[in-house]
């Protein structure tokens, strides 16, 4: 949570260091898996996403195959795109968090193709479910990535109303680490307001 912190406050380097110091059984992977959302939603570099990624696609193959947010990350970053789109995708109907994960692909699928409105209606219909229970403290669970993404995409092509829309969804935190993508949210819908 601090990480968080940290990045909202515009501290990388403090962040990094915390991550360095982390430890533990989970230490590595939680480590790793900030290096890599971070990087996909393009608010910060926390060290050597090659190197991440390619730990955390090893912890997936060897593993049960069940963490959406390892498959969601991985394809976003173009890491064995299809494999993991494919993986994400057979897990979406397990939950609310991989479904909306799985949307997000779809909706970054859109962006490519310059279909900012189907992204946007997939980011739209993502963002209002997520697991309540794990959105607190989860890396990715309360959607801050797609929330962000959708505010970014609204306001540059002036959508107004989904604008106010994905920037309201900042106003209080449904996730700790939202407050990740604040310093971003702030200038975003500050230009973005209406009037």
């Known amino acids: 949570m601090a ?16 991550l360095a110091g982390a430890t533990g059984a989970w230490a590595a992977e939680e480590r790793d898996l900030w290096v890599l959302v971070v990087r996909a939603a393009r608010v910060a570099t926390l060290g050597d996403a090659t190197a991440a990624a390619d730990r955390v696609s090893a912890r997936v193959r060897a593993g049960a195959d069940t963490d959406a947010v390892a498959h ?3 394809a976003r970053l173009g890491v064995e ?34 279909d900012t409105t189907r992204a946007l209606r997939l980011w739209d219909g ?33 959508d107004t109303a989904t604008a106010v829309r994905a920037c309201g969804t900042f106003e209080t935190l449904i996730g700790y680490v939202d407050q990740v993508a604040q310093p971003e949210i702030e200038r975003l819908c500050r230009k973005g307001a209406p009037g």
């Open 3 to 18: 990480v968080a912190a940290d990045l909202a406050a515009s501290w990388p380097d403090s962040a990094r260091t915390l």
């Open 81 to 114: 795109s299809r494999r993991h789109t494919v993986a994400l995708a057979r897990l979406a109907p397990r939950g609310p968090v991989a479904a909306s994960l799985t949307a997000d692909l779809q909706a970054q699928e859109a962006l490519q193709r310059g």
């Open 126 to 158: 993502a963002t209002r479910r997520y697991a309540v229970m794990s959105a607190p403290f989860g890396l990715v669970a309360s959607l801050w990535p797609l929330r962000l993404d959708m505010a970014r995409v609204a306001v540059a092509r002036n």
């Open 72 to 74: 969601w990350v991985l």
